[in-house]
T-cell receptor, first 116, second 113 residues
């Protein structure tokens, strides 16, 4: 079945440091890939997405590129802020038609803490 | 626009009790789902629905029941609570389609003692 593997966490950085959170996936078809973010005490919200190979998703200074050859979707940001402290989830949906739309498979989540 | 609304936010149950977690969305989304979030395990799909009257099991359905009588509502029932069901539960909804964004409720933190 489908699976998503994220880098082990938690990650602790100083403000303005560079961030990379690794994500690799296993899927039988042509998945869409997502990064969701969960701020303390809140539900998840979409950070960015990519729906086909070589697409780059970007939002709020975060970027991730859909790499089919390495089955990866690593999250990057050049300069993190204290307000970026949250839990980040990589996820995929297997878009093969029928009832697979919307079913998300999540990685285990990476806790990011940014210190001033 | 309320989005996805879950109630209650917190709940403590005794082993063997039953309860219903409520979920409502006002975006006319066809797809609704329930996940549980446990430390180090990400979110795991419990049940989902692609429209009123249609439900199906996800990865971890045992001990839970769902129904979808309207587009807006998708309640999750715990039939006989067990300590293993202590978790944070999230309801989500989305349109059907390639790469659609899922909208999540704020979660219900459930403790079974």
């Amino acid at each position: 079945g489908d699976s998503v593997t994220q880098m082990e966490g938690p990650v602790t950085l100083s403000e303005e440091a560079c961030l990379t959170i690794n994500c690799t996936y296993t899927a039988t078809g042509y998945p869409s890939l997502f990064w969701y973010v969960q701020y303390p005490g809140e539900g998840l919200q979409l950070l960015l997405k990519a729906t086909k190979a070589d697409d780059k998703g970007s939002n709020k200074g975060f970027e991730a590129t859909y790499r089919k050859e390495t089955t990866s979707f690593h999250l990057e940001k050049g300069s993190v802020q204290v307000s970026d402290s949250a839990v980040y989830f990589c996820a995929l949906s297997e878009d093969a038609g029928g009832t697979s739309y919307g079913k998300l498979t999540f990685g285990q989540g990476t806790i990011l803490t940014v210190h001033p | 626009n309320a989005g996805v609304t879950q109630t209650p936010k917190f709940q403590v149950l005794k082993t063997g009790q039953s309860m219903t977690l409520q979920c409502a969305q006002d975006m006319n989304h066809e797809y609704m789902s329930w996940y549980r979030q446990d430390p180090g395990m990400g979110l795991r799909l419990i049940h989902y629905s692609v429209g009123a009257g249609i439900t199906d099991q996800g990865e971890v359905p045992n001990g839970y029941n769902v129904s979808r009588s309207t587009t807006e509502d998708f309640p999750l029932r715990l039939l006989s609570a067990a300590p293993s069901q202590t978790s944070v539960y999230f309801c989500a909804s989305s349109y059907l389609g390639v790469g659609t964004e899922a909208f999540f409720g704020q979660g219900t933190r459930l403790t079974v003692v």
